[in-house]
């Protein structure tokens, strides 16, 4: 069954714990596509302690970069990429073209035959970042938001460890309301 569920988040807000209680209620092959790459000793503990929560029951590919190819991999089953946040982190660290990147996992999504579960961080909750860099990560992150949102069945926003439902159903885009113009009123 071909669906889509996209979860987003603050950090430590549960989101990656929420993916896990939906895979739990597939009784197929399950996977999970890891982006994260133990480059220090935090990012090391981080992803043990992700491993150990689903440990015997899964089958781990490792996605840094390539996330559509992995996806093709999986193809079938259930399906919970964690995460987008880390892995547009890594493709900006390689020089890679963010937005072609997530139009094409947009499009290898709407192909693929499995369940899927996304997760990401919104990061565009706080104060705007003091330096182009990290402006320019909040700002294509909000960008792959948006799109995978947007092509998604399900939107489940998580804050505290508790979901909260944005979308469900439709992965056709709400029409535009439109805006009556301000011209020509009288003050």
């Known amino acids: 069954m071909n669906r889509v569920t996209f979860i987003l988040g603050g950090a430590r807000s549960g989101k990656s714990r929420y993916a896990e209680t939906l895979a739990q209620k597939h009784r197929g092959a399950k996977t999970y596509i890891a982006t994260a790459e133990a480059i220090d000793d935090e990012m090391h503990e981080r992803i043990a302690m992700h491993r150990s929560r689903r440990e015997g029951q899964w089958t781990t590919r490792e996605a840094p970069l390539d ?9 079938t089953g259930f399906i919970l990429i964690d995460c987008i946040t880390v892995w547009i982190g890594n493709l900006m660290h390689h020089g ?7 139009a094409a996992l947009c499009e290898a999504l709407k192909k693929t035959k499995a369940q899927v579960v996304i997760v990401s961080n919104e990061v565009g909750l706080s104060i705007v970042p003091e330096n182009a860099l990290a402006r ?8 792959a938001n948006q799109r995978l949102a947007e092509i998604a069945d ?7 460890g508790l979901p909260v439902i944005l979308k469900r159903g439709s992965r056709r885009r709400a029409p535009a309301r439109k805006v ?5 009123r009288k003050a």
């Not at 996330?67 to 193809?75: G, I, P």
């Not at 320019?136 to 960008?143: I, K, P, T, V, Y």
């Open 67 to 75: 996330l559509v190819a992995a996806l093709a991999e999986a193809n």
């Open 96 to 102: 890679r073209d963010v937005r072609a990147e997530v």
């Open 136 to 143: 320019a990560f909040r700002d294509e992150q909000g960008l």
């Open 154 to 160: 399900e939107v489940v926003f998580i804050a505290a």
């Open 180 to 184: 009556k113009s301000s011209r020509g």
